[in-house]
């Protein structure tokens, strides 16, 4: 398949906004990415990735289908997987997912919404090879999908935290979530692993 087809194979709609994995020079951390023609447009908030891409303006993103992995990373979880080295960008990424090695271009830009203000980066990934690998797909689970909303409102949660501002609406929000996770038949250990942390930011 040519580049091109392969990326709207991946990235089918544009200015959706798909949950992947960003691989930098030292660090993976999920994102969201919406593809506006041939490139992926993400912003990249204070942290290590927003760090190393002012050292490395290489990149890869991944399409991983594996919630708690992406959960788990976005908490520095102990995740287990297997790394390999990119083809065309010296980042690497993890066996078994396709991805998208990519040039980015970022500028910095200050943003302010309900978590306060805060500096980030608006980043264009332009592909440079992409990587198609086949696998079975998991199947749809709603489970999943609430677990991946509380883990982006947790990571809000901490910042809000660490800012002072008031958490008890988004921790309330964070339990209901949990509750209607278990009730799906949720039990993974990495989701009790980030209530335990979230809990200590509000308990
Ligand atoms: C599903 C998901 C999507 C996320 N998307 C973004 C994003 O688009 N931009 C961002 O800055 N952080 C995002 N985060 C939060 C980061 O993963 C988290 O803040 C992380 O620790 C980034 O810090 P790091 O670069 O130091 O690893 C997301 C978290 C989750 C769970």
Known sequence: MKLDDSFLTLFPEEDKVYEVLLSTKSNFTPIGVRRQGRVLKFR???GRSFRDL???NYAIIQVVDD????AGLAYNLDVKFDV???IKVPIRRIEGYPWVEGEVKCRIVKVKDSIGESIAKDCTLTPIYIGIEKRVPRPISRADNVLLELAVLGTRLIVKKKRGLQIKDVAQKIEELYELYRKLGGKSEIAGKIM???RKHYL
């Open 67 to 70: 919630t708690e992995l992406l």
């Open 196 to 198: 335990d942390i979230l």
């Open 84 to 86: 390999t080295q990119g």
């Open 54 to 56: 002012e050292e490395c």
């Open 44 to 46: 990249i908030f204070e």
